[in-house]
């Protein structure tokens, strides 16, 4: 019977071109207003490294003055300052642990027809890259041997070695930053991150990281941090002052493969702090925080307020055009109660008729449903024109696909209830005239 109510629902469609229309483009247009918006939240809140987001763990410390609260909300600094990140790597408590800046150096291609130029980089520990998994297309990463020997070694990003050696594989080559060669150890493969997660103090959509090297080679070309740097009193003069100084700059990641790890390291967190409360230092109460992946992106706000805002804005356009298709499917199936009264005199029951037209709404909200799909990409193309920090979050994924589809057709059968009840209600008496 499936079969048979579907070849009528196709048919009453083709009666009503016009109607037809109304209603397949009034259920695409709000779908694809409110899947175009809710894709972009969905890809901006999704968990970037399922597999051990709960094993990553950012580490605050509130090492802020005493006068005031780094925030009004009583959260701890972002960063950590150079002094208890190395004390922090140094103590080796974590199962993996890195501490991380960022550094622009000018780049001296050995090219003649290559003009010098800045890049974006990384100082960062060996641990980076089995926290993280970056994908390497050559080469591998230094160790920690190489990170406590001030090693000259670099790590490029693939952008950056297609610039500089044509994409092949410059591992064991060198390059020049800054005046000084550092040796090539391994290259980068595309690492399609949505979101910056390892470092947000900058926005979550920062330009990619191009190249990476040791971190103890990066605070050798006394340079600051390219990021945020943030200070509560002032540092001194001079660049050992600068790493002695209660200045915040460094982003600190600590890998703990089971809660007894995390509780452990936790209670190491706060014997620290005490310890460093009696050298003069930390004059606020404890308040220490280990934050997941997933919870350090909500703290920071990945999605904001105003995608939210969107997102809710873009529903209730979407029940509008629901509104609307109700008044007319109710419209259509008004006009056809001539043609329901005689199915019923026929014998046709009330569930059959309730069936029939249900099917036909469930028709009309697939058909919308594939237009609105064509045009939520449509509309995810105008996002990334108009937001280039939203590129990365700005595209279908399966999910997103098979949610528009089922989401129209819902929304179509939703509608289609309270129309169809109302053709199942007719009397076969009042529409049959002798």
Request: charged share 20%; proline share 4%.
């Amino acid at each position: 019977m499936f079969a048979y109510y579907l070849q009528l629902g196709l048919r009453s469609l083709r009666r009503n071109p016009v109607l037809t229309a109304l209603m397949v483009a009034g259920i695409a247009l709000g779908i694809a207003a409110s899947m175009t918006t809710l894709t972009v939240m969905h890809l901006m809140g999704s968990d970037p490294i399922p597999w051990k987001s709960d094993r990553l763990h950012y580490v605050q410390l509130d090492n802020w003055g005493p006068d005031q609260p780094y925030s009004e909300d009583g959260r701890p600094p972002d960063q950590v300052t150079y002094r208890d990140a190395t004390a922090l790597m140094a103590a080796g408590k974590a199962d993996k642990q890195t501490a991380m800046f960022k550094v622009v150096l000018p780049v001296q291609p050995e090219n003649t027809q290559l003009k010098p130029f800045r890049a974006l980089g990384r100082a960062t520990y060996a641990d980076f890259f089995s926290m993280f998994e970056p994908p390497f297309k050559y080469g591998a990463a230094w160790n920690r041997d190489q990170d406590a020997g001030h090693a000259r070694v670099i790590v490029l990003g693939k952008e950056l070695n297609e610039k500089l050696f044509g994409g092949q594989d410059s591992s064991g080559r060198t390059v020049r930053m800054d005046g000084i060669d550092y040796r090539i150890v391994g290259v980068l493969d595309d690492w399609n991150l949505r979101i910056k997660y390892y470092d947000l103090t900058v926005g979550a959509f920062s330009s990619a990281d191009e190249f990476y090297m040791p971190f103890t080679s990066g605070v050798d070309l006394k340079r600051r941090s390219s990021g945020n740097n943030s200070c509560w009193k002032s540092p001194g003069d001079g660049w050992d002052a600068y790493l002695q100084s209660d200045c915040v700059w460094i982003q600190m990641w600590a890998e703990l493969d089971t809660p007894a790890r995390l509780a452990d390291y936790r209670s190491f967190l706060d014997s620290y702090v005490n310890e460093q409360k009696k050298l003069g230092r930390f004059a606020r109460p404890l308040n220490n925080r280990l934050l997941d992946v997933n919870q350090w992106m909500r703290d920071q706000k990945v999605v904001s307020r105003d995608v939210q805002v969107q997102t809710g804005l873009a529903f209730a356009f979407l029940l509008v055009c629901l509104i609307n298709t109700v008044g007319l499917l109710l419209a259509k199936f008004t006009r056809k109660s001539g043609e329901i009264g005689l199915r019923r005199a026929l014998g046709a029951s009330r569930r059959e008729v309730f069936t029939q037209f249900f099917i036909e709404s469930g028709v009309i909200g697939l058909s919308g449903g594939v237009l609105g799909l064509m045009l939520t990409a449509l509309g995810l193309m105008t996002v990334r024109a108009l937001y280039t920090s939203y590129k990365t979050v700005a595209h279908l994924d399966w999910a997103m696909v098979a949610a528009t589809v089922v989401l129209a057709v819902v929304s179509a059968l939703l509608a289609g209830l309270y129309p169809t009840w109302r053709a199942c209600r007719v009397q076969p008496a009042a529409q049959l005239k002798l």
